[in-house]
């Protein structure tokens, strides 16, 4: 019987790196990471591991204004979308003046 336990499979690694601009708060920041997690005992991998997986737990599924489904029956899609060309009609009212498009568009 061995002594030392041969491991199984290794386990396969994510090999990504990221670039921060090098500004000193942005060093501060990682020095500050690392020496935390060094009290902790966890490595910097660890840390930017579960870093990644709260914010994507806190902001999943995302941005829901940027979903194009969420557009109902009768709205008329942003101008970008539909290619639509306002016609302005001049509205009043006392002094005040403004335009109206049929899209419901507003301007000053």
Same mark, same amino acid.
């Given at each position: 019987? #061995?002594?030392?336990? =041969?491991? =199984?499979?290794?386990? #396969? *690694?994510?090999?990504?790196? *990221?670039?921060?601009?090098?500004?000193?708060?942005?060093?501060?920041?990682?020095?500050?990471?690392?020496?935390?997690?060094?009290?902790?005992? !966890?490595?910097?991998?660890?840390?930017?591991?579960?870093?990644?997986? =709260?914010?994507? =737990?806190?902001?999943?599924?995302?941005?829901?204004?940027?979903?194009?489904?969420? !557009?109902?029956?009768?709205?008329?899609?942003?101008?970008?979308?539909?290619?639509?060309?306002?016609? !302005?009609?001049?509205?009043?009212?006392?002094?005040?003046?403004?335009?109206?498009?049929?899209?419901?568009?507003?301007?000053?």
């Amino acid at each position: 019987m #061995p002594l030392v336990k =041969e491991s =199984e499979d290794p386990k #396969p *690694f994510l090999n990504h790196s *990221f670039k921060v601009s090098a500004t000193p708060e942005n060093v501060a920041l990682l020095k500050s990471a690392r020496m935390l997690a060094a009290k902790d005992g !966890w490595s910097l991998s660890r840390l930017i591991r579960t870093a990644m997986a =709260e914010y994507v =737990e806190r902001h999943s599924p995302g941005n829901p204004q940027l979903i194009l489904g969420h !557009w109902n029956e009768g709205t008329p899609l942003p101008q970008t979308v539909s290619g639509h060309k306002h016609k !302005w009609m001049v509205r009043g009212y006392e002094k005040e003046r403004w335009f109206d498009c049929e899209c419901g568009a507003q301007r000053a």
